[in-house]
């Protein structure tokens, strides 16, 4: 054990140098700000569309004396209710001027974007629009109509605000909140790595190297190092990218307001970054069982694009299992190795018990091992074949994965 | 005491047994030359040796092991495919070979310095491995295989690629590292090489081995080849030449008898065939290559044509 674990940090630690020493891993930093730039970006052109994009507004076609009071009662109501409560409201026309005129076109006027318009008094308002439009302006109208008709009538009481963070009502949903942010970081960064160390196996294989590695150390040393030294790129990554982050919350003020785990923000970060592992652990030794028996680039993508797609079941299987905690369905999410650890961070985000985490994370571990084991015998098995080996039977056909025979 | 020894060693890929029950002994301290064509089963039949691809069946072990993994700190390996870290140093290529089979990167460096300014290339211990020719390259590598002084070296194939000056370089290495005890190991398909270098050999073809001894012994199955030349066509004299004689003209050549030369010599002198030349041939490596192996496996393999050098 000692000697596998001497060589796995030979390998560790030439794959970790050539990794943070290549110009690719400056990439690999920038990656997550990607996603985050192009949020940025599109959040920032939605908000220029929907702002540029016309509002719906109410017309108001009463006399002049009613729309005016109409306008006075949708400010003085803002004041305390919003200034998004009510819709925008705009004088159309004059109903003294525009006696006989069809309230449906006032509607026709382009320009106006009138969702609705209103005739008639304050003591009788008439709303003229489609069947939604009038129901979703007719209370606010009618509101403003009562208290422009009597500014007195309407009068809100002012409740004193005493706020605390969580209720024991809301707890459950909101640290639902928690659990999938959690999830979705873990996901994220698992299929980011295991994917990487997969090209790294398979670029080992094209090197040539490999032969050199099984003949000088344990196999389970080459699979370890390649694991330890991506988990290692890995840690560098989150602490750069969590510097960075951080840095960008505290100018921007803008720290995520998430609820409280149930087993406290100190075990459920602590937790999440074991599951992380674990689940980079188990999902790195099952792409290197893969990289181990494709032959080619093209092997691997043809292998890890299923392999990727039932990852992203999983994972929805491990969020769908959130919201039915208890049930089967979630007990099974939490013992199925692939699903655990998203499970599992959904339980620590919804339940204070903490020995589960213990059982799981001895349980995915040992799965992880299992999983490194077959992947060395399947390399041994299958891999290594040199000149004709294994061809003349099939007529001079390659084997795809040891499995199926394939090109000439 | 044998380095490696191997018993019905048997490996198959799909029911293609490129390994078919080998049966091998290498002393320690020898040169030893695995003897055969492409295709042979000699770089699987190492790979199952050193412990890379496990046996089917049989047993093998290596360096008094029988998992050869753990005498990896003992063993230097140039596989047939060489492969380098194109964007390491050669100085640092050669203390990761060695830091894999133990040694410290600190001493691997400094070996690995050493032995590149001993072979001329210390001028090229910063560069990158994808600064280096093909050849200087190949010659970091097999720094890399012997850095840690291991007591046994496995060289698959190891003068293939290599130019006459390479290949004489690695003869010599090959040499100097037996002059200190280490055992070796290598692969060849060229019989010159094996013929040069090896005290013992191993012929194989189609996974099987069909020699394995001294060269000399392989060559002793071969009788010697006379070469007679006399004055005279006919005479009482003839008689007393051996059955399988092929006459050219004045020139008679013959398998030496069992009796050896002395009787023959006798008859021709009394016989007054007038001899005007006469030489005894010793068979070499490649003609007991035939006879052990036969004529088909002997076409297979890529010896090298006339002028090449070796």
Known sequence: MKEILRAAFVIARRDFTAIIYSKAFIFFLLGPFFPVLVGIAAGSLGGQIAREAAQPVVGLAMTQSDSRKMTEARETLSANMGENYFTKIKIVGDAAQDKGKNPKDYLKKKEDNLSVVVTGTLAKPVVTGTKASVKRESAGIELLAAHALNPGAVKLTEAEADIVAETANSDKQLRTVTAQGGQILVFFLTMLLAGMVLSNLVEEKSNKIIEILAASIPMESVFLGKLFAMLGMALLGILVWTTIGGIGMQVTQGLPNFPTPAVGWPVFITLCFTYFIMAYLMLGALFLGIGAMAATVREVQTISMPVTMAQLINFFFASYALTKTGQPVEQFAAIFPFSSPFAMIGRAALEPTLWHHGVAIVGQLFFAILLLRLGVWLFKRNVMKSGNAGRIKDGGKRKLFGLIAVGG | ?310
């Open chain 2, 1 to 310: 005491m044998y380095a490696i020894e191997a018993h019905g060693l048997v490996k198959q890929f799909d029911g293609f047994r490129a390994v078919d029950g080998v049966d091998l002994k290498v002393p320690v301290g020898s040169i030893y030359g695995i003897l055969g064509p492409n295709g042979a089963g000699k770089t699987t039949m190492l790979r199952t040796l050193l412990g890379i691809i496990d046996p089917d069946a049989g047993v093998r072990t290596l360096l008094g092991s029988d998992r050869p993994i753990t005498q990896s700190r003992n063993v230097g390996y140039l596989p047939e495919e060489r492969g380098l870290y194109q964007s390491m140093r050669a100085v640092d290529t050669i203390a990761f070979m060695g830091a894999l089979r133990g040694l410290s990167l600190k001493e691997g460096k400094e070996k690995g310095r050493a032995l590149l300014e001993e072979a001329g290339l210390g001028y090229a211990a910063d560069r990158q491995i994808r600064q280096l020719s093909k050849g200087m390259a190949q010659t970091v590598q097999l720094m890399g295989t012997i850095v840690h002084d291991p007591k046994l070296i496995v060289l698959d194939e190891p003068f293939s690629g290599l130019d006459a000056l390479n290949q004489a370089k690695l003869e010599h290495m090959i040499r100097a590292q037996s002059k200190k005890g280490v055992t070796i190991i290598f692969s060849t398909h060229v019989i010159a090489h094996a013929e040069r270098l090896c005290e013992r050999i191993a012929i194989i073809a189609r996974g099987k081995i069909s020699f394995d001894g001294l060269v000399s012994e392989a060559r002793d199955r071969l009788r010697p080849q006379v070469h007679l030349e006399t004055e005279t066509l006919d005479g009482a004299w003839r008689a007393a030449l051996p059955a399988d004689t092929r006459a050219e003209g004045h020139w008679w050549h013959f398998t030496l008898p069992e009796t050896g030369v002395e009787p023959l010599l006798t008859a021709l002198v009394e016989g007054k065939a007038g001899i005007k030349s006469l030489s005894i041939e010793r068979p070499g490596l490649h003609d007991a290559f035939v006879a052990i192996a036969g004529e088909s496996v002997a076409a297979e393999m890529d010896e090298p044509v006339a002028g090449e050098t070796l």
